[in-house]
T-cell receptor
Framework: KNQVEQSPQSLIILEGKNCTLQ??????????LRWYKQDTGRGPVSLTI?????NTKSNGRYTATLDADTKQSSLHITASQLSDSASYIC????????????FGQGTTLQVKP | DAGITQSPRHKVTETGTPVTLRCHQT?????MYWYRQDPGHGLRLIHY???????DKGEVSDGYSVSRSKTEDFLLTLESATSSQTSVYFC??????????????FGPGTRLTVL
């Protein structure tokens, strides 16, 4: 069964600290992996999209890694800010005609001053 | 929110009544999607459209219907609302140029409560 599992479920860190969110998937065949940020009361916004051949991709203070062999991804946030408080969703796209997206449940990050 | 609006943003209704949610885009994207988001679940696809009058079912389509008569509008109808359909509904759009990395852009969501 195609699944995307994220850990931890929630996380609290102090402003200025770094953190890493994890994503494990069993989706096959694999097309790409995406990380979305969802602020409270808003729709998800894309942070990165990584294909099979990409190991690392950065977007400002966000760095995503992908290990297609172990089917794991991580999202590292550097020098966290209060505005990073949000839910972070890992999404894997099936290859093939429908290109279905499989969503993880998300990690809720709270950054405290 | 990438030129996507959803209406209404909040709605409270009673069990058994029909409800229609509207998604409107100004990006002229070909694909449009309806998802629901519930605690303990990832976003789940209800229905999607790949062109005017072209729609297909997602993984949780029972109790829902959709229509797309214009490129810019995608309507989601709950034929007879039930309490299990209390959720936050998101519309998304995608250009689907053929690149596997086409992004889906999400609207602001509609919070629906069925009493």
């Amino acid at each position: 069964k195609n699944q995307v599992e994220q850990s931890p479920q929630s996380l609290i860190i102090l402003e200025g600290k770094n953190c890493t969110l994890q994503c494990n998937y069993t989706v096959s065949p694999f097309s790409n992996l995406r990380w979305y940020k969802q602020d409270t009361g808003r729709g998800p916004v894309s942070l990165t999209i990584m294909t099979f051949s990409e190991n690392t991709k950065s977007n400002g203070r966000y760095t995503a890694t992908l290990d297609a062999d172990t089917k794991q991804s991580s999202l590292h946030i550097t020098a966290s800010q209060l505005s990073d408080s949000a839910s972070y969703i890992c999404v894997v796209k099936n290859s093939g005609n429908t290109g279905k997206l499989i969503f993880g449940q998300g990690t809720t990050l709270q950054v405290k001053p | 929110d990438a030129g996507i609006t959803q209406s209404p943003r909040h709605k409270v209704t009673e069990t058994g009544t029909p409800v229609t949610l509207r998604c409107h885009q100004t990006e002229n994207h070909r694909y449009m999607y309806w998802y629901r988001q519930d605690p303990g679940h990832g976003l789940r696809l209800i229905h999607y459209s790949y062109g005017v009058k072209d729609t297909d079912k997602g993984e949780v389509s029972d109790g829902y219907s959709v229509s797309r008569s214009k490129t810019e509008d995608f309507l989601l109808t709950l034929e007879s609302a039930t309490s299990s359909q209390t959720s936050v509904y998101f519309c998304a759009i995608s250009p689907q140029t053929g690149a596997s990395t086409d992004t889906q852009y999400f609207g602001p969501g509609t919070r629906l409560t069925v009493l």
